[in-house]
């Protein structure tokens, strides 16, 4: 790798260590939000990294919507195991079943995630959760601080957000209010695969390409499979895909693509022009400020 731009992946390794280590030491309980996709693999990397040789000093906690891919699971699972890492689960269809959330009739379980997060997050008392988004993704995203402050409902004003001069951190809260912070805020989705390449860090091997039967539903390609079976009147179709982001299986798509390693990716992801969740998230399509709508209520 060339040294220019290994220097540029120290550097936001530094500037994220620094972050976790901010966090650790202003705030009394902060939790790691792990949904087992690549950013948020990097994110628990980055804290093994930041407090080694300690062990990781916060739990992980994982909002299962239970439309999970398996794989994922599988890595999350081997993640924890490393690690020695505390896990904590929220799970979506246990709010489901208790009444708290209701299922929306498009299947997303995407914004019902919500109030299953706020709830956990107050049953651990959990003041401070760090969240994988990056700038680059998606422009709600773009706007929002490092620390982002959320109220005691859990929302987020993106009209009443601290500065963050000289890379100097507020996190002072009150009792019930709490921080969303975003260590990868300054990374792209080049610095991200350029770094996992760089330190050969173990991801869940849809990220990959290889032959996937798929059918293609709004211009975007959906691997057929237990969440997302075949309609009446679509046909299925074998294309070499990997999927650039990890959501619900039944509304993440896939990319026809060759790449099978992480080189292969790396190349890919220089030459692309449109963002991961913008080719392949089909709960972000609902409207225009579909992530920014999720935020203000409560959202990663």
């Given at each position: 790798m060339k040294s220019h731009v290994l220097?540029?992946?120290?550097?936001?390794?530094?500037?994220?260590?620094?972050?976790?280590?901010?966090?650790?030491?202003?705030?009394?309980?902060?939790?790691?939000?792990?949904?087992?996709?690549?950013?948020?693999?990097?994110?628990?990397?980055?804290?093994?990294?930041?407090?080694?040789?300690?062990?990781?000093?916060?739990?992980?906690?994982?909002?299962?919507?239970?439309?999970?891919f398996q794989t994922v699971l599988d890595c999350r699972d081997r993640w924890v195991e490393r690690t020695g890492v505390q896990l904590v689960v929220a799970s979506v269809q246990e709010g489901i079943d208790r009444g708290l959330v209701q299922e929306e009739p498009n299947g997303s379980r995407n914004r019902i995630q919500t109030p299953v997060l706020l709830e956990a997050a107050e049953k651990h008392g959990f003041d401070a959760l760090f969240g994988g988004g990056r700038r680059d993704e998606e422009k709600a995203r773009a706007k929002e601080r490092v620390f982002s402050f959320r109220d005691d409902f859990g929302q987020w004003d993106p009209k009443n957000q601290r500065p963050e001069i000289w890379n100097l951190y507020n996190g002072r809260v009150h009792q019930g209010e709490s921080i969303r912070v975003f260590p990868l805020s300054n990374w792209t989705e080049l610095d991200i695969w350029s770094y996992i390449e760089a330190e050969d860090i173990d991801l869940p091997d849809l990220y990959l390409a290889k032959e996937r039967e798929v059918v293609e539903r709004s211009g975007m390609l959906y691997e057929v499979n237990g969440f997302t079976p075949l309609k009446d009147g679509e046909t299925a179709e074998v294309r070499s895909t990997r999927y650039r982001t990890v959501g619900d299986a039944n509304l993440t798509a896939c990319v026809e693509s060759a790449a099978v390693t992480l080189r292969d990716v790396v190349e890919e992801v220089a030459a692309v022009r449109l963002t991961e969740r913008g080719a392949t998230r089909g709960d972000d399509k609902v409207s225009e400020a579909a992530m920014e709508d999720r935020k203000k209520e409560g959202y990663f």
């Open positions: 220097s540029q992946l120290r550097s936001l390794e530094a500037e994220s260590i620094h972050i976790m280590r901010e966090v650790v030491a202003e705030m009394q309980r902060p939790c790691l939000l792990f949904s087992g996709g690549k950013d948020s693999i990097v994110m628990l990397h980055l804290a093994v990294k930041a407090f080694a040789p300690a062990r990781v000093p916060f739990p992980i906690m994982h909002v299962d919507t239970g439309l999970n």
